[in-house]
Structure formats: structure tokens, C-alpha cells
């Protein structure tokens, strides 16, 4: 099974930003559905943004629409989530996912087909 690893979450104070890398441990097709989901304790998991070049989209999720960027290179076989502006509410648990296969039905997230373990960010007041 591929396995995904997360890096750059920490502590941000508000207004802040982070940049958050998702490393596969072999190559996945850049071109399949990537995406980041969030989760609080509690809550159910939710999803903030994905890319799907194959798709020809990229998506975010209201709450951070305009301050996000999502992008992957893979030469490195790497994707990033790029999140300006932090809010306390961006306070959670980031997963990166992917799919292994492309799908013509996908609108919004990516099915999530693997997971990394999270990295936790937390933004102060």
C-alpha cells in the first residue's frame, strides 16, 4: 500500500500562514484526484481542497476559498496546501489524500483512496 506523509503543520498565530507538504512513498499519478481534508474531534472529516489534472479543476472549500492554494509536483512526487491567513477555526487535525485510478465522475473532493496519518495544526487568537 502507498503510504502518504505529512509535514509543516505546528503553531500559527492568527493571520499567519502555513504550508503543508504530502509525500507518497512511491509514485502516484500527479494527474489522479489529490486533495487535503480536516477534522476536528468530534466532527466529521471535511474536506478543504483538492486538484484533479485530469479533471481539469481545482477546488476549495468555502471556508477557505481565497486564502488557499493547492499544488504538486511530481517530479517529487509531492503535494502541497498552502493556507493564508489563519483563523482560529483552521484549527485541526490536515490529512492529505489520493486517488490510485482517475474517475470521470468526481466534482468537488477526491475519493480518498489512501490517507496520511495527519499534521496537526493549531492557530492561536
Known amino acids: 500500500q502507498v503510504q502518504l506523509l505529512e509535514f509543516g503543520g505546528g503553531s500559527v498565530q492568527t493571520g499567519g500562514s502555513v504550508r503543508l507538504s504530502c509525500t507518497f512513498s512511491?509514485?502516484?499519478?500527479?494527474?489522479?484526484?489529490m486533495g487535503w481534508f480536516r477534522q476536528v474531534p468530534g466532527k466529521e472529516r471535511e474536506g478543504v481542497a483538492s486538484i484533479y489534472t485530469r479533471g481539469g479543476y481545482t477546488y476549495y472549500a468555502p471556508s477557505v476559498e481565497g486564502r488557499a492554494l493547492i499544488s504538486q509536483d511530481g517530479t517529487k512526487n509531492t503535494m502541497y496546501l498552502q493556507l493564508n491567513d489563519l483563523k482560529p477555526e483552521d484549527t485541526a487535525m490536515y490529512y492529505c489524500a489520493a486517488d490510485l485510478k482517475y474517475y470521470t465522475d468526481l466534482i468537488s473532493l477526491c475519493k480518498g483512496e489512501v490517507w496520511g496519518q495527519g499534521t496537526q495544526v493549531t492557530v492561536s487568537p
Open positions: 512511491e509514485y502516484v499519478d500527479s494527474s489522479n484526484c
